[in-house]
């Protein structure tokens, strides 16, 4: 842990807290790599349990996004009807399915309101489109 570097790119939703000096807060480097292979496992896990028992294997693939809320707000529109679903505190998951293909899903995880996951599993053929 180290103190907080102004100007330093940061994790989208993560980053200093707002009403606090810079110069008192601290950072916790974490590899993107580990975040996305962490994300993986939860939407694997919420698809299991909202999926009916479905288990994210070949023809489907699983594709984990990251971005500010700001820079996609037409893609958090497509949420505007599906949840949230609460699965533990800090916990909220929307899980969008389309209309003409149950295996087409996309996934908005939030995790204490800072952190989220968006997710799309798709069968291989659809992701080449």
Known sequence: ???YVPGREHFPGLG????FPEHEQFEIRI???LLKDVSGKIVRGCEYVLGNGRIIEEPLTLAI???EERNVDQVVRLFN???PIHLGPGFQVRRAE???DPNAILYR???WGTWTIY???LAEQQQQH
């Open 1 to 3: 842990m180290r103190h």
């Open 16 to 19: 200093p807290h707002v009403g």
């Open 31 to 33: 590899p993107g790599k």
């Open 65 to 67: 996004y990251f971005a």
């Open 81 to 83: 009807g599906f949840g």
């Open 98 to 100: 389309a209309h003409d």
């Open 109 to 111: 995880i939030d995790v």
């Open 119 to 121: 997710a799309s599993i």
